[in-house]
């Protein structure tokens, strides 16, 4: 239960990212994660469990799909440092989205496990 209360923040540590992430294994709660980074950054290491990778630099290609996806679960945003997605998180709900989920600090907070490609 607790999990699905994390999906209500706008904001997330790492700490409740992982948690999340154990939930969602469980099938405990349903997300999207989404790594705003540019694919060189991807390749060097991400977050096990990102779903999909949109790079800011080619943010109106994909803007609308993620508001979209944010009407119908929620989306958790991930970054280097947290500062691309206070940025994307604060447009795309300017723009309509509904469910945005910061990660804060990013992968430069992670403390878990990170994905070399």
Not at 27 to 40: H, K, Q
Not at 87 to 95: C, M, P, T
Request: hydrophobic fraction near 40%; charge should be negative.
């Amino acid at each position: 239960m607790q999990s699905k209360m994390l999906l209500q923040n706008d904001a997330l540590s790492s700490a409740e990212l992982e948690t999340l992430l154990e939930a969602r294994k469980k099938g405990e709660v349903e997300f999207v994660l989404v790594d705003v980074r540019e694919p060189f950054e991807y390749d060097e290491g991400h977050l096990p469990g990102v779903d999909l990778l949109r790079p800011t630099s080619t943010f109106g290609d994909w803007a609308a799909e993620l508001i979209e996806m944010s009407r119908q679960k929620p989306v958790i945003l991930t970054c280097r440092t947290g500062n691309r997605t206070g940025q994307v998180q604060r447009i795309l709900l300017q723009n309509g989205a509904e469910r945005l989920i910061d990660h804060r600090g990013g992968i430069m907070a992670w403390h878990g496990e990170i994905v070399r490609d």
